[in-house]
């Protein structure tokens, strides 16, 4: 449990089990400055509307077609994936503020949305799948694919978006490292949420956030679909044998750097392997 202006609350934010609002978290929520974050389930012909005043949105496919409209812009027929655990990169769209949008579905949909304070000084536009690059990290048990939806090298004004997929068995986001300090270039502050998958969605995963001086420390057994929240801490995560995992990694703080540090009672693992190992960790 964090304690956050008084009260306390868990850092696992369950997901709904039907409707069309599977999570939801929001900077007053959250008790945070930064990151919002919610999952749409939409059926055919279903349909919403979008307008953030003071927020950059980042729209990811989860799974099915939709048609979206922002503004004069108009993208049919974006989408196509079966869902999270498909071979291939998502669409997505990159909304700025003050821009209405709506998004309607063709069929059976899920939809996340990724936002962060934005002044409005960039162009709607869409994220095609072969503008996405992907890439595997990490070694042995401790590999992972990783899809860069919205890294630092692309254009936005707070956010960072990103795919992890996760074998049976491996560790992700490990070893263990943290983004909550103000000493670039080693390292910036970035809340982040992980909204987990699991496949198949009987199964769970583990993950701990926890400070050097463990004034935070919550281990959590995650199910299909909850989101875990990181306000400050390491956050490494473990799936069981028999599942794969997947989750959707969203970042923004003060400045739009992506610099971090490690655990250094773990850091020692990257030296195991150091002409495969890729130094970078998150993910």
């Known amino acids: 449990m964090q304690q956050v202006e008084g009260f306390t ?30 999952v749409k389930r939409l059926s055919t012909g279903e349909s919403f509307q979008l307008l953030e005043t003071a927020r950059e949105t980042c729209v990811v496919l989860l799974s099915g077609v939709v048609s979206i409209w922002a503004g004069e812009h108009h993208w049919p027929e974006v989408g196509g994936r079966s869902g999270p655990f498909d071979e291939r990169a998502p669409h997505a769209v990159y909304i700025p503020p003050r821009l209405k949008a709506e998004i309607s579905a063709l069929g059976d949909a899920e939809i996340a949305l990724c936002s962060a304070p934005a002044q409005g000084t960039l162009p709607a536009r869409l994220i095609k799948p072969d503008d996405i690059q992907r890439s595997v990290r990490g070694v042995g048990a401790n590999t992972r694919y990783i899809t860069d939806i919205l890294p630092a090298s692309a254009v936005a ?7 992890v997929r996760t074998p049976q068995g491996h560790s992700s986001s490990y070893p263990p490292h ?31 956030v926890y400070t050097d001086d463990r004034s935070l420390d919550e ?10 929240l990181v306000p400050r801490g390491y956050h490494p995560v473990v799936v069981p044998y028999g599942y794969e995992s997947y989750y959707l990694n969203v970042m923004a703080g003060p400045v739009r750097e992506w610099c971090f540090k490690n655990d250094p009672a773990h850091e020692w693992l990257l030296m195991q392997e150091p002409a495969k190992q890729n130094a970078a960790t998150a993910g």
């Open 178 to 208: 943290k983004h909550d300090t103000d000493a670039l270039p080693h390292e910036s502050v970035l809340e982040e949420t992980y909204y987990h998958r699991i496949h198949p969605a009987q199964g769970f995963v583990f993950q701990r």
């Open 9 to 38: 609350m868990s850092l696992l934010i369950k997901a709904a089990k039907s409707g069309r609002d599977r999570v939801e978290v929001t900077s007053e929520s959250a008790g945070w400055q930064h990151v919002g974050f919610a």
């Open 219 to 228: 281990s959590m057994a995650v199910e299909d679909g909850d989101v875990v």
């Open 157 to 163: 004004e707070s956010l960072l978006v990103v795919e």
